[in-house]
Nanobody, 128 residues
Framework: QVQLVESGGGLVEPGGSLRLSCVGR????????MTWYRQTPGKEREMVAT??????????KYSGSVKGRFAISRDNVPNVMYLQMNRLTPEDTAVYYC???????????????????WGQGAQVTVSA
């Protein structure tokens, strides 16, 4: 079954930087479109940055709010994805998740029931 573990979050002052990491098992990141998402209380989860599979050219896209400040990257061996976040603002405060695009699923043994799988996420807090 797929497993995703995010790390690298923390408390940082406005203007600071953080680097998030995502380690995955059960899915090859290089063969999937991979995305960093973030979510704040009361809001829907939103896409932050996406890198397409290597077979699709590893194209990168960013949301408008982070373009020019964040950078997504991927190491195929080991199976790790990163999000370098620079010039952070309080509006970047959120729980950050990595996942496939669409999200990976976990299924019952007979594969007749599947649900989207999400890791525990990494809390990023930007505050003075």
């Amino acid at each position: 079954q797929v497993q995703l573990v995010e790390s690298g979050g923390g408390l940082v002052e406005p203007g600071g930087s953080l680097r998030l990491s995502c380690v995955g098992r059960g899915r090859m990141f290089s063969l999937n479109d991979m995305t960093w998402y973030r979510q704040t209380p009361g809001k829907e989860r939103e896409m932050v940055a996406t890198i397409s599979s290597i077979t699709s050219g590893a194209h990168i896209k960013y949301s408008g709010s982070v373009k020019g400040r964040f950078a997504i990257s991927r190491d195929n061996v080991p199976n790790v994805m990163y999000l370098q976040m620079n010039r952070l603002t309080p509006e970047d405060t959120a729980v950050y998740y990595c996942n496939g695009d669409p999200p990976f699923q976990r299924c019952s043994a007979s594969y007749d029931y599947c649900v989207d799988y999400w890791g525990q996420g990494a809390q990023v807090t930007v505050s003075a």
